[in-house]
């Protein structure tokens, strides 16, 4: 049974950054995608977008693009989640998942294997 432990969460001022890593233990690594996803209190769990370990393609929802960044450490089989410029509207639970065999971001009930998180506070 697969497993994924997200971390490197914390508090961040405004304008900061940080690293957000998301562990494989038990799966074959490069026939996964792994998505990451926030969910801000009261609101719904969105994507912000995918890595294929295949090869380290990645791709980004709208919210993501210019200030997110996703690469993969094969050997240590975790992706990591690189977030720069943090805005107040970045708070959030940071969540990754895992999707075997395809390529590209899909949507959230598509995933097989998820963590549990890691909490996010950006403050202004």
């Known amino acids: 049974e697969g497993r994924l432990v997200e971390s490197g969460g914390g508090l961040v001022q405004r304008g900061g950054s940080l690293q957000l890593s998301c562990a494989v233990f038990d799966l074959t690594f490069e026939d996964y995608a792994i998505g990451w996803f926030r969910q801000a209190p009261g609101k719904e769990r969105v994507g912000l977008g995918c890595?294929?370990?295949?090869?380290?393609?990645?791709y980004y929802e709208a919210s993501a693009k210019g200030r997110f960044t996703l690469s993969r450490d094969i050997l240590r089989d975790t992706v990591y989640l690189q977030m720069n410029s943090l805005k107040p509207d970045d708070t959030a639970r940071y969540y990754c998942?895992?999707?075997?065999?395809?390529?590209?971001?899909?949507?959230?009930?598509?995933?097989?294997?998820w963590g549990q998180g890691t909490q996010v506070t950006v403050s202004s």
């Open positions: 998942a895992a999707l075997w065999g395809i390529r590209g971001c899909q949507g959230i009930n598509q995933y097989d294997y």
């Open positions: 890595i294929w370990n295949g090869d380290g393609t990645s």
